[in-house]
């Protein structure tokens, strides 16, 4: 029966809306109220204006945090709906008689037109920030920056500028797009780029210049990795909450297991970027950076809170039909998460203490100081933390293990070989990005070629034979709900999906981990990305998966859109090993360093010449190449012989099928292909 014009429900349409305004106007008033407070705690709007020295003037000392905060919440409920589209609610089975993958709810396809929106005031918010930055950094009013020339002349030119132009087109197509989506697929893709939107802007600001940049660029970039979808999340669960949507339990269990590792990496991170940045602990309470610090620590610790009760309290009662307690204390955290957001934006505006002793111009390089003369024993104890690798390498070991766990206790079987291997792997990459071989690896090319061969070359042959695609497989439950997509069902279709048949092809996986290495060394892109900490770490991460996706192709353990015959397989390996023996046999005939001014710049004084140093590279690189592929010869002779032991097995046990009564001759190949062999040389008998 229909309920339109009803008038018992209309008002309880009106109170939930209501409710939302409400639960909205409260957390934006608190993120204002606490930026506010946090921006004259800080200092950075009281700030003097000396005589001589340009002044942007107080709209922009106001308007620079305030767009910002704006920003970072537009992003944050951006994401969230997203998320909400894609993976909190659960997919709609296809409709009898139709065929194909499941399909969006209702609720789904609202939640990608709130993100539409939202991405389109989050390009407006990010554009308006990037009018501020380039004022307050050339120390000129705003209608001066806007009315001139200086806005265009400088977005390419400042690190701040290019990253929120790259964040402004990002949303914007986030926003066009999301209008029009329809599918699972296409909302998953959405929100990937929505989480690479989220991460130009802050990776340019005090994380480059903190004492280990590396450390803390990686966690800022894990830090809003997790804001975002935690806060964003909430908001949409406390919105469908509010207005009593159906399936509210499944989303809100969904949300909360999510939501507790948003939360760990939030407080980890964020305790790394607290150390990056106040190494002496009484900074805390001496400084006003450390006092907004501890601010912000208070509100995570108050937010865990609400996350217990949720997890005790509130979920029960949604399970039970009460969906008001959820919405009541969403409603509180809410407003929490918005103070804590205003509090990281006035952090992100004070400026960090002074260093007690001034930098060296190494030092601000490499945020470290000068290592000493290289030796064996130094690269391999003088360990240098990479976050990004610690990370990586703590969550790969983990999930493995914990899939293998999983099985045995299942009581299937899992390869202790592929384990061994899938450890070897992992322990290889700590070998050069935490010990010596990292901290020497920025100075001396030879050293970084060696670190660079090692993840492009020897760790994914590890990885690749540790099969982690086919244990997930076998690891990861189905989704409860038919028609539903759960972390197995998303790993099944990013399988069969034409992304992974193009990039996965022989020719392209190729293609990279060839002509990548030949344009990243003999074009400016690899002084670019030895003088970006961010552009370092993508330049690692790249040999890591250039590597693996090249050898998943060749050895094939793991399921793979296009699989190679043997002999395929090594032909490829014949014909791409050759071309890294041309690399290094390029780089030792150099006449000119590469990279001469970023050499330059680090040049130890026990060192020997740059472009002797890199000759030494080249010759790694030639020399290094045999390593991977006498290994892959063996994996590869191993495997071939398995599978032909495989396949005569397979062919013995339909021979005995066919024999057996009642059995079918002609399913008998071996027979059957014996008998046509004796019906050509009847044939071929002379009479």
Not at 280 to 293: F, I, K, Q, S
Not at 354 to 377: C, D, F, H, I, N
Not at 451 to 470: D, E
Request: include cysteine.
């Amino acid at each position: 029966m229909s309920t339109q014009g009803s008038p018992d429900v209309e008002p309880d349409v009106s109170r939930a809306a209501l409710g939302v305004l409400r639960a909205a106007v409260i957390a934006v008033a608190a993120c204002g109220a606490v930026l506010v407070g946090g921006l004259v705690l800080g200092g950075s709007v009281t700030e003097k204006v000396i005589p001589g020295l340009g002044d942007a003037g107080v709209l922009t000392r106001w308007g620079l945090p305030a767009s910002r905060a704006a920003m970072d919440l537009l992003s944050a409920l951006t994401v969230g709906t997203l998320i909400a589209a894609a993976a909190l609610l659960p997919i709609e089975s296809p409709a009898k008689g139709e065929r194909g993958p499941g399909r969006l709810s209702k609720d789904a396809v609202g939640y990608l037109h709130a993100a539409s929106w939202f991405a389109a005031v989050w390009a407006a918010a990010a554009a308006a920030t990037l009018v501020f930055t380039v004022a307050d950094v050339l120390g000129q009013p705003v209608e001066q920056v806007v009315t001139g020339s200086e806005l265009s002349s400088y977005v390419g030119s400042l690190p701040q500028g290019t990253a929120l132009m790259i964040v402004v087109l990002l949303a914007v197509v986030v926003a066009l797009l999301a209008r029009t989506t329809t599918t699972p697929a296409a909302a998953f893709g959405l929100l990937a780029l929505a989480g690479i939107a989220l991460l130009p802007a802050p990776l340019t600001g005090h994380s480059a210049s903190a004492a280990n940049h590396t450390v803390a660029t990686t966690g800022v970039a894990l830090h809003v990795a997790a804001v975002a979808p935690w806060v964003g999340g909430l908001a949409a669960v406390g919105v469908h909450a509010l207005l009593r949507r159906d399936r509210l339990p499944v989303m809100a269990d969904r949300f909360s297991r999510m939501a507790l590792w948003c939360y760990v990496v939030v407080g980890a991170s964020g305790l790394v970027n607290v150390i990056a940045r106040l190494p002496d602990p009484a900074e805390l309470v001496e400084t006003n950076y450390g006092r907004l610090a501890l601010g912000k620590i208070a509100a995570f610790v108050l937010l865990g809170w609400f996350g217990w009760w949720h997890r005790s309290r509130t979920l029960p009662a949604v399970a039970a039909g009460k969906p008001w307690s959820f919405a009541r204390l969403a409603s509180v955290e809410a407003a929490v998460m918005g103070a804590a957001m205003g509090l990281a934006v006035a952090l992100a505006r004070t400026a960090p203490p002074a260093p007690a002793e001034p930098e060296s111009p190494v030092k601000a390089l490499l945020g470290y100081e000068m290592p000493p003369q290289v030796t064996p024993v130094r690269l391999a104890t003088l360990w240098q933390l990479d976050l990004l690798f610690v990370v990586l390498v703590v969550a790969l070991g983990g999930l493995y293990l914990a899939a293998v766990v999983r099985l045995r206790r299942r009581g299937d079987s899992w390869p202790l070989g592929r384990t061994v291997a899938w450890l070897i792997g992992l322990v290889t990459i700590v070998a050069v990005t935490e010990t010596g071989v990292a901290k020497y690896a920025p100075i001396l090319f030879s050293v970084h070629m060696a670190q660079h061969m090692v993840l492009n070359m020897l760790a994914p042959i590890f990885l690749v034979l540790g099969a982690p695609v086919t244990l997930a497989l076998r690891a990861l439950k189905p989704a409860r709900v038919r028609g539903d997509r759960g972390p197995r069902e998303w790993l099944t279709a990013m399988l069969h999906s034409r992304y992974t048949a193009v990039i996965a092809h022989p020719a392209v996986a190729t293609f990279i981990f060839i002509v990548s290495t030949f344009a990243l060394y003999f074009t400016p892109l690899f002084e670019s990305a030895m003088r970006n900490h961010l552009g370092h770490m993508a330049m690692s991460l790249h040999f890591l998966l250039a590597g693996s996706l090249f050898f998943w192709v060749l050895l094939g353990v793991d399921p793979a859109p296009k699989k190679l015959p043997y002999p395929g397989r090594l032909l490829l390996l014949f014909v791409t090993m050759p071309f890294h023996a041309f690399f290094g046999i390029a780089l030792m005939n150099l006449g000119e360093p590469l990279a001469r001014a970023w050499y330059a710049a680090v040049d130890p004084e026990w060192g020997t010449t740059i472009l002797k140093d890199q000759h030494t590279g080249g010759a790694i690189a030639w020399g290094f190449g045999e390593v991977p592929t006498f290994l892959v010869l063996i994996v590869l002779a191993v495997q071939w012989y398995l599978h032909d032991q495989r396949q005569a097995k397979r062919l013995d046990r339909k021979a005995d099928r066919a024999a057996a009564p009642g059995g079918r001759a002609e399913d008998d190949e071996l027979a059957a292909y014996n008998a046509r062999l004796a019906k050509l040389a009847e044939r071929d008998k002379p009479e």
